[in-house]
């Protein structure tokens, strides 16, 4: 809505530097006999905008429904007077035509700087510093898990297996990172530990590539496929010390789970990865989201002109990396490839949309307009993404907070046409900045890249 909004007022902007053109249409209003009826219509229409406004709980924490607010009162204010005295307006409207760019211009920098602000700010609320760890009247919560930016379930669904984010650039020199872990969290017992990892030979990956258990790790995105050789083979993005595609194998061991590396898969020095979906044959497709020398100045810009960055990757022993036709987007993410309908799901963070491509022709299906996608879980036939409820720069007031609570919800798409089929949405909750939903049994757990903690809905709510 609020680019919407940002775009309406720079267009109305530029109108008003059409002098003869707005004078025509003003003096043709003169001609008019009477305003009565227009003036009615337009006071009804404003009076039913502001009533739907009002009737959101939050619209005083968002920009956009602030300023459409204010300018349907202003609307109704402007049509009540030019009921009760429409000969003085008639005036009023004669004499800014004869000062018009006395007007004009003032107007002109107010629609401008208004539209800037629009573009960007979204949410303007309150988020509060959140120090204890315990649940809300919406959310369940597990502590101590440090920014699981992506969730898988263990096949008996007992366990979820996330990866702790450390950060990527141009958010994180390579100086400042720090090794993050894979963590198991036990469902029954609602407690998060380190996964047991053992190392072995490499048979999965690309004979170049090495690891040993004293190297750094900086995990990312993660996928879990049951291989056709019937192991559960685990794959994780990794960028540190170089970027990468860990493989592990999921074995049971006793009452839990443990992870056997079996290989990793260097990638090439142009790309840096975010997301993973493995086939059951070994190969897989990555997201590069763009490239390692991305700025902060390039990300602003992305954020605003949505100017493509990256695209899909498949990956196999024989051919190595080659780019997936259709796929390119701005700030490639989640991944999700459906063998079944023959479909590949992206979601585009910066491009703020999800796209269905066909794997066959690289034709895009269908799409679905959603702010800030993150990973995507295709899972029981519905497709889940997590949206942030605001804009890029609102995320200053983060500074000093984990969680940050800004507000999100969390989508069910229809996977074959990505129509919504239910929405949650949240605020003023536990946690903020989620990257993934997976649903599980009765309920929902939502990861988050900023946050320490992962948190549950029941599928009942609300």
């Known amino acids: 809505m609020n680019l919407n909004l940002s775009m309406f007022m720079f267009l109305l902007g530029v109108t008003l530097m059409f002098r003869p053109l707005l004078s025509s249409v003003f003096s043709f209003g003169l001609r008019i006999k009477s305003w009565n009826k227009a003036c009615q219509f337009i006071l009804l229409l404003a009076l039913a905008c502001n009533l739907l406004i009002l009737s959101i709980d939050t619209w005083m924490e968002y920009t956009g429904y602030l300023t459409l607010f204010y300018l349907t009162v202003l609307i109704l204010f402007t049509s009540f007077l030019v009921l009760i005295a429409e000969a003085k307006a008639r005036m009023v409207v004669g004499f800014c035509l004869k000062n018009y760019w006395f007007f004009a211009v003032p107007l002109l920098i107010s629609l401008w700087s208004l539209g800037l602000w629009l573009l960007l700010w979204s949410y303007i609320g309150k988020v509060e510093a959140i120090e204890n760890c315990v649940p809300d009247d919406k959310l369940q919560v597990i502590c101590d898990i440090q920014n699981a ?10 366990f979820l297996i996330a990866p702790e984010f450390v950060g990527i650039a141009p958010y994180l020199d390579d100086e400042d ?36 258990e004293g190297m750094l790790f900086s995990s990312h995105g993660i996928d879990l496929k049951k291989r056709n050789d019937n192991a559960w083979q685990l794959a994780v993005i990794n960028h540190f010390p170089s970027e990468s595609v ?40 990555v997201s590069h989201m763009y490239e390692p020398d991305f700025s902060l100045n390039d990300v602003l810009a992305t954020s605003l002109f949505k100017n493509d960055t990256g695209y899909v990757m ?7 990396f080659a780019q997936v036709p259709g796929t390119a987007g701005a700030h490639p993410n989640g991944v999700v490839y459906d063998d079944v309908r023959g479909l590949f799901f992206i979601s585009h963070t910066f491009g703020d949309k999800i796209a269905s491509v066909d794997i066959l022709t690289g034709n895009v299906v269908s799409s679905f307009k ?24 609102d995320m200053v007031i983060c500074e000093g907070k ?3 609570a800004l507000p999100f919800s969390v989508y069910r798409l229809e996977p074959s046409t990505l129509k919504l089929e239910q929405k949650w949405s949240f605020n003023h909750t536990i946690t903020g900045l989620p990257t993934v939903a997976l649903p599980v049994k009765d309920g929902v757990w939502i990861g ?11 599928l009942t709510w609300p």
């Open 370 to 393: 959603i702010n800030s996608p993150d990973n995507l879980v295709l899972v029981d036939d519905g497709l889940w993404v997590t949206s942030w409820d605001h804009s890029i720069l």
């Open 149 to 158: 930016e992506d969730l898988v379930a263990t096949p008996d669904q007992r």
């Open 448 to 458: 988050s890249i900023r946050s320490d903690r992962v948190v549950h809905f029941d």
């Open 177 to 212: 990172h720090q090794t993050g872990r894979i963590m198991m969290i036990d469902l029954s017992i609602s407690e998060a530990q380190p996964a047991q990892i053992d190392y072995d030979e490499n048979v999965w990956g690309a004979s170049n590539c090495l690891r040993h």
């Open 314 to 320: 498949r990956w196999d022993s024989e051919t190595g």
């Open 402 to 404: 984990t969680p940050c």
């Open 246 to 285: 860990e493989m592990f194998e999921l074995v049971e061991d006793g009452e839990r789970w443990k992870l056997i590396w079996r290989g990793c898969v260097p990638v090439p020095k142009v790309n840096y990865l975010n997301d993973i979906s493995l086939s059951s044959d070994g190969s897989f497709f």
